[in-house]
């Protein structure tokens, strides 16, 4: 197969959580102009304008009202998804929260929301698509990892318990559905802005650290993480499994 070509999601339908804005809908855009069909995941109110943005690529575009707290939901939404579209082959586990407070100050409830999110919707949904896949013969899973999932980072510890996580879970579910041709990948992103990053980008003095330790010189933006995101959704990456690519302007290696 011609090298470009592996790179195409023709025929291939995407599930993107968390892809009526930010790092999500850059990746929903990145997959629907590399081909795919996309499924805009995420809470009521959010997913109009992605839609919009991946019907005038001429791809289809599906709409799932979708809180990835709500766990026993995932499994049906999975399911609504290959009613409406037929198949799923590529699933972004994007959505998550942080929350930011001292350790000896961050309570249960910023515990538990976080890692609900963050880490346990990451391996139910992850699951269900799995299950998918597999009759299907094979399928791709990207999940969102994060520079905190190398490091610990400050007043975000339920962040970085989950993160770490994503990273564990990544490398268990790869070994495990790499014989059902499923391959299980993850990025990393780097310092970028968005609407999570609000309160660093708005501290003088934090923002300035941060830039000053990335060797870009900038902070990253939702369309960086595209060609990642197409590449471990696409052929291009069958040989690739259990893999955290960091894609953060140089930050870890500084």
Not at 63 to 82: F, H, M, T
Not at 97 to 123: C, G, K, M, P, Y
Not at 147 to 169: C, E, N, W
Request: proline content about 3%.
């Amino acid at each position: 197969m011609p090298i470009l070509d592996m790179f195409s999601l023709a025929g291939k339908v995407a599930c993107v959580t968390g892809s009526g804005m930010g790092l999500g809908q850059g990746m929903a855009l990145a997959l629907a102009e590399a081909g795919a069909d996309i499924v805009v995941a995420g809470l009521p109110g959010t997913l109009d304008e992605t839609v919009a943005q991946v019907k005038a690529m001429g791809r289809r575009a599906m709409a799932v009202e979708l809180n990835v707290a709500e766990l026993p939901s995932l499994a049906g939404a999975v399911d609504k998804i290959v009613a409406e579209m037929g198949r799923l082959d590529i699933l972004v586990n994007n959505a998550g929260i942080i929350r930011r407070q001292n350790v000896l100050e961050f309570s249960e409830t910023d515990w538990n929301d976080v890692i609900t999110i963050n880490q346990d919707a990451v391996f139910f949904l992850s699951q269900a698509a799995a299950k998918v896949m597999a009759a299907q013969g094979g399928g791709k899973i990207v999940n969102i990892a994060s520079m905190l999932s190398y490091q610990g980072g400050i007043r975000v510890i339920s962040y970085t318990a989950a993160k770490h996580a994503v990273a564990g879970i990544t490398k268990a579910m790869a070994n495990e559905l790499a014989a059902k041709n499923i391959q299980v990948n993850a990025i990393a992103p780097g310092y970028m802005a968005t609407n999570n990053t609000a309160p660093l980008r708005a501290d003088e003095g934090r923002a300035a650290d941060i830039l000053a330790r990335i060797p870009a010189g900038r902070w990253g933006t939702p369309a960086d993480l595209g060609g990642a995101v197409v590449f471990l959704s696409s052929a291009a990456s069958d040989y690739v499994t259990g893999s955290i690519i960091p894609v953060d302007g140089g930050w870890l290696t500084r």
